[in-house]
T-cell receptor
Framework: DAGVIQSPRHEVTEMGQEVTLRCKPI?????LFWYRQTMMRGLELLIY????????DSGMPEDRFSAKMPNASFSTLKIQPSEPRDSAVYFC???????????FGSGTRLTVV | RKEVEQDPGPFNVPEGATVAFNCTYS??????FFWYRQDCRKEPKLLMS???SGNEDGRFTAQLNRASQYISLLIRDSKLSDSATYLC???????????FGPGTRLSVLP
């Protein structure tokens, strides 16, 4: 298995631009999570899905952030418009009932200038 | 009070030393506990699960004290390659939603 795949690995964008981050979970995993990590705040859960349905989006900072999971093998996290304070590493993770913990993707390092 | 708290460190120890990390959690309904390891500029990776009876994996020993809502990780005979940030992870009492602690940074020095 290729693991959780995220793209792009790095993204540099200008303030105000739209940013789309992508994630492909491990096949058979029915839970998908989006996390953001910064030095100041550590790992923060943004949203998670179960069977493609958003279960908890209380961690989404504001309306500029949106996430979708159109099918079991793909999810996106969109920021529109982006701001410098959105600069962070965004991780996607997946798991399934009975599994031990999560498997994380390699992350997307986002820099908004 | 934060849901999961850890001493941020850094812990700077010489090779061969024994080092212990502590973690406290606030949700008494939590059922699953893990330690993750995160190397610099890498994703977190599962190190080990934590069971009520305590468990050992080579040089690593994890223990859980439900009454005190406390988890520990002991690393014996530390190696240079153990240098990383160690994250305490607790589920929030339902589903598969886990809360990550802020992490404790370990540097093993030659």
């Amino acid at each position: 298995d290729a693991g959780v795949i995220q793209s792009p690995r790095h993204e540099v964008t200008e303030m105000g631009q739209e940013v789309t981050l992508r994630c492909k979970p491990i096949s058979g995993h029915d839970y998908l999570f989006w996390y953001r990590q910064t030095m100041m705040r550590g790992l923060e859960l943004l949203i998670y899905f179960n069977n493609n349905v958003p279960i908890d989006d209380s961690g989404m900072p504001e309306d500029r952030f949106s996430a979708k999971m159109p099918n079991a093998s793909f999810s996106t996290l969109k920021i529109q418009p982006s701001e410098p304070r959105d600069s962070a590493v965004y991780f996607c993770a997946s798991t399934t009932q009975g599994a031990y913990g999560y498997t994380f993707g390699s992350g997307t390092r986002l820099t908004v200038v | 009070r934060k849901e999961v708290e850890q001493d941020p460190g850094p812990f700077n120890v010489p090779e061969g030393a024994t080092v212990a990390f502590n973690c406290t959690y606030s949700n008494s309904a939590s059922q699953s506990f893990f330690w993750y390891r995160q190397d610099c500029r890498k994703e977190p990776k599962l190190l080990m699960s934590v069971y009520s009876s305590g468990n050992e994996d080579g040089r690593f020993t994890a223990q859980l004290n439900r009454a005190s809502q406390y988890i520990s990780l002991l690393i014996r005979d530390s190696k240079l390659s153990d240098s990383a940030t160690y994250l305490c992870v607790v589920n929030n009492g339902y589903g598969q939603n886990f809360v990550f602690g802020p992490g404790t940074r370990l540097s093993v020095l030659p």
